[in-house]
């Protein structure tokens, strides 16, 4: 296909239809005893002999903000609170979704059921953060490889700290203090498997910074207001303190490298966005829970996706991503190809919320102290 073209939906995501619920629930992680997974990395380690310390000054900036804004998890965080998995569950369900279920596959579930799949959907989305955490980790390594410039690279390498540090929290909240992990989603699995592989710098910025991150940041703030369980809470408070950082910069570096870039290379960078989009989108259908407790799984997915509560919860999960893909001029760029996509999707509405570029400081730890 040439890089002038349009790529079409089949092309980017291997299906027509966007919300075709089946080819979405044919792609599954057919290897969930795995405990490698290996991906080749195709692009080059780049050093750089040119080392003045400041010569951006907005990631200058950032790298001197996260040298003073490490944590340690196991000192920081209060692992003495005890945690009561059926009591938070009691109080998440309230009697289930507010809708009519009578005509349904849930129609026989009561309190018990539906206390059960609260507290299996709440470890299988701490368990996908997880994950997302170490694709995180891996992606910043990479980024330390692989972008041509001192500050950026300095930056990058106190996100690989503080991915480690997420994954280690994530890791010993789900195994101490729940029911244990699942396994990655096939969806997320295949995004990050793009990300990693792709030869190009930028990619791995706009993979992982933007979108997975950015995603990463509106879910953690969602569940931050919304969970009643307090080390969860301190938990993600801290979390969000660096990914608001680090989604910061992204927006910072690919703000400059993207007015150097060609019509079509910038094409290109609208397609991964969208598809990473769609993968992220269809990862939150939460079909293993759904496998695990023994029910239809398109069925139920039918349900619950028509609550009020789930599609305000699906559209929110792009309110960081598509500000700052404007900020980045990628949602105009061209024939604005990836405003019509985001259309598409139902989450254009957010394209004037304010960008992480320009809100990061405010998910600080100092300035978010008086709402934890």
């Known amino acids: 296909m040439s890089t002038t073209e349009a790529a079409s939906t089949e092309d980017l995501i291997g299906r027509t239809d966007v919300n075709d619920l089946d080819a979405i629930l044919e792609i599954t992680n057919t290897d969930v005893d795995e405990a490698i997974h290996a991906v080749r990395d195709n692009a080059d380690a780049i050093f750089t002999w040119d080392y003045e310390k400041g010569a951006r000054p907005a990631l200058n900036k950032l790298y001197e903000k996260a040298k003073v804004s490490q944590w340690n998890g196991e000192t920081d965080l209060d692992w003495s609170i005890e945690v009561d998995e059926e009591a938070l569950a009691v109080s998440a369900i ?11 596959v849930l129609k026989h579930w009561g309190e018990k ?5 609260s507290m299996e959907s709440e470890n299988w989305t701490l368990s996908q953060f997880m994950h997302g955490e170490q694709g995180a980790l891996v992606c910043t390594a990479k980024i330390v490889e692989t972008v041509p410039w001192i500050d950026a690279k300095y930056y990058a390498s106190t ?33 990050l498997d793009d990300i990693v592989s792709d030869p190009q710098w930028d990619m791995t910025y706009l993979g992982m910074q933007i979108m997975v991150e950015g995603l990463a940041l509106a879910a953690f ?15 993600l408070r801290y979390v969000m303190s660096d990914e608001a950082r ?22 290109e960078r609208q397609e991964f966005a969208y598809e990473a989009a769609v993968r992220m989108r269809d990862r939150f259908l939460q079909q293993e829970v759904w496998d695990r407790m023994g029910v239809p799984v398109k069925e139920a997915i039918k349900v619950v996706n028509m609550a009020p509560e789930q599609q305000v919860f699906q559209m929110m999960l792009f309110s960081k991503i598509v500000p700052n ?19 598409e999707l139902g989450v254009i509405q957010f394209e004037d919320w304010v960008d992480t570029g320009s809100e990061y400081e405010s998910f600080s730890l100092e300035a978010t102290a008086t709402t934890a």
């Not at 059921?113 to 799949?117: Q, S």
């Not at 992204?250 to 993207?258: C, K, M, N």
Request: charged content about 25%; hydrophobic content about 40%.
């Open 94 to 104: 309230a009697g289930g979704p507010q809708m009519d279920l009578s005509d349904t």
């Open 113 to 117: 059921e539906w206390m059960a799949f």
């Open 159 to 191: 996100q690989v700290m503080d991915e480690a540090r997420h994954v280690e929290v994530f890791a010993k909240y789900l195994d101490t203090k729940r029911s244990g992990h699942y396994p990655i989603n096939a969806h997320l699995k295949m995004l």
């Open 221 to 235: 703030g969602f569940m931050h207001q919304l969970t009643e369980e307090p080390l969860l809470k301190q938990l």
């Open 246 to 267: 680090h989604v910061a910069f992204g927006v910072l570096s690919l703000q400059e490298y993207y007015t150097e870039l060609s019509q079509p290379e910038i094409r």
């Open 325 to 343: 893909c404007k900020k980045l001029g990628l949602l105009d760029a061209g024939d604005g190809w990836l405003r019509q996509k985001f259309g």
